[in-house]
């Protein structure tokens, strides 16, 4: 649910943005909306399921997604369809990092860990691609408004299973006090850095305005670090980053995030609005990929054992990189299978090969009490990744399809009244962000070789239990 409700927006996007107005740049926040909140928010969900109890945090979040989920399925105008979403992000944010931290604080560290990491991922990334499937068959039968209200009935029996099946765990403390402040100054800071990002496609750079938007992001961001550094419990403890294993998988999951929902969003706009591809057409034109996202991470959580993380790692970002450039050269009359599907699944498989390796990799030398907040630490990353690298990317294809087409463009699209002239300067627009994605995915492999390479479990050392059943990491990194 919480990944898919990040995709099963993008083949929605063209009937949300005719019926209920949005601005060709404002559509984003239909994304970037939930996924801000998401990111901001994630940390303090990690961290509430160490302290209060996974199945209390599970529950909790499952309500409020689904309770935003039904009100963004009424929203009657922008306004109210992203403060809905902003709320669906933040019962992301909290019901998340408790399914991990469940994972975590269940299996010993090696196969069997290695296997449940790789259902999770598997599931994870299957809910990200099948969310194109699902929303192209509830808009395309049904109404964009569905996308929303399918989370409330699965939300109501994901809530009587946990209750019936979950048992409760938490952090064995006293004191139980949440970095509030830290986790509104990060949200507020990174917010204000995309509203800046994407303004830039009418606002110019140096511009008062985006320098004052720019600025305020700065000081919030900057308050956030002060906060970290003075709180008695603070959202992330900077000593963490002193573990090289753990920062280096956050660049690189930042970095793939950013290119990973940018792939989904601009292939969704592409299909639709160039190719002319209805809601259902495009959602079954996702399918191979959501099975090659599953594939990949079933991949890596079996041969992780064997090759090692980061050649796994390293690999699968190449393969995407090879994905994104060819993907890069779209016309306005490309065949689905040479320039969508074989791209396409490079692309899937890629990613998929790298959920399960960068998730050992941050958590192989954590505590099992600090697990959420390291779950929670790298699903932030994917996030501020995403919510980032979509808004620059976007701003990037605009700014080119602007520059062919001066005025007009988004009106043509939503009333379906499309010359080639501007399905042509979309189509480059969205070439320019798949090659950006291109050399975005060489930046990460090349942080990805830095990865110390978890190969092998110490087989003369026996992980330590604790007091609820979990066991102290004890893999190997060279």
């Known amino acids: 649910m919480v990944v898919l409700d990040v995709s099963i927006v993008n083949v929605a996007l063209p009937s949300i943005r005719g019926d209920l107005h949005f601005s060709a740049s404002g559509l984003q926040w239909v994304v970037n909306a939930y996924v801000l909140t998401f990111a901001g928010f994630l940390l303090l969900g990690g961290r509430a399921a160490d302290l209060f109890g996974r199945r209390r945090i599970f529950v909790l979040g499952l309500g409020l997604f689904s309770l935003a989920s039904l009100a963004g399925g009424l929203a009657d105008s922008a306004n109210m369809l992203t403060a809905a979403r902003a709320a669906q992000g933040l019962g992301g944010a909290i019901l998340s990092p408790a399914t991990l931290t469940i994972i975590m604080t269940t299996f010993d560290e090696g196969a069997a860990r290695n296997r449940a990491l790789g259902t999770w991922s598997s599931v994870a990334g299957a ?157 079954l034109a996702f399918l191979p990929m959501a099975v090659s996202i599953i594939l990949g991470a079933q991949v890596s959580s079996r041969f992780m054992g064997r090759l090692g993380a980061r050649p796994i790692l390293v690999a699968g970002i190449l393969m995407s990189a090879g994905g994104f450039f060819w993907m890069g050269h779209l016309s306005l009359h490309s065949p689905y299978t040479g320039a969508l599907l074989v791209p396409g699944i490079l692309v899937s498989v890629g990613v998929g090969l790298c959920f399960t390796p960068l998730a050992a990799v941050a958590t192989s030398g954590v505590h099992y009490t600090q697990a959420g907040l390291a779950s929670g630490l790298l699903n932030t990353s994917r996030q501020v990744g995403g919510s980032i690298g979509l808004a620059a990317l976007a701003t990037l294809a605009a700014d080119r399809t602007h520059a062919l087409v001066r005025g007009g463009a988004a009106t043509a699209v939503v009333n379906g009244a499309q010359p080639a002239a501007v399905g042509r300067a979309l189509t480059s627009g969205y070439d320019r962000a798949f090659l950006v994605g291109a050399l975005v995915s060489l930046v990460a492999a090349a942080v990805g070789l830095t990865i110390p390479d978890i190969r092998r479990r110490n087989p003369a050392a026996e992980p330590a239990r604790t007091a609820v059943g979990a066991p102290t990491p004890v893999g190997v990194m060279e």
């Open 127 to 283: 809910g990200g691609a099948a969310g194109g499937i699902l929303g192209g068959v509830l808009t395309n039968y049904l109404s964009w408004r569905w996308v929303l209200f399918v989370n409330v009935p699965i939300g109501a029996v994901a809530i009587a299973a946990g209750l019936a099946y979950l048992t409760e765990g938490r952090r064995p403390v006293r004191a139980r006090s949440l970095d509030v402040a830290g986790a509104i100054t990060v949200t507020a800071g990174l917010a204000a850095l995309v509203y800046a990002i994407v303004n830039t496609a009418s606002v110019p750079w140096g511009s008062a305005r985006t320098l004052g938007v720019l600025g305020g992001a700065v000081v919030l961001l900057g308050a956030f670090v002060v906060i970290q550094m003075r709180s008695a419990a603070p959202l992330v403890p900077l000593s963490l980053f002193r573990s090289r294993p753990l920062a280096a998988a956050n660049v690189v999951m930042l970095l793939t995030g950013a290119i990973f929902f940018s792939f989904w969003y601009f292939l969704s706009l592409y299909m639709q609005s160039v190719l002319g591809y209805s809601p259902i057409k495009a959602g």
